[in-house]
């Protein structure tokens, strides 16, 4: 069994707040829009990252 390093628990504390974020635009009904421009965010973009927050115009906050 591996270690768990401070780094991992960083990383699922990041996901965690993702997927959070994620479930709370769902219940908002703003799941599909970018969180900087309100643009729609792309299907296929969601279906390869679920918790895309951000269109690619505004990657840096996502
Ligand atoms: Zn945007």
Do not use: F, K, W
Request: aromatic fraction near 2%.
């Amino acid at each position: 069994m591996s270690e768990i390093t401070n780094e991992t628990v960083t990383a699922i504390d990041t996901t965690l707040r993702d997927v959070e974020r994620a479930l709370e635009r769902l219940r908002a009904g703003n799941y599909r829009s970018c969180q900087v421009c309100q643009s729609p965010i792309a299907d296929d973009d969601l279906i390869a990252n679920p918790l895309l927050a951000n269109c690619p115009a505004h990657p840096e906050l996502a």
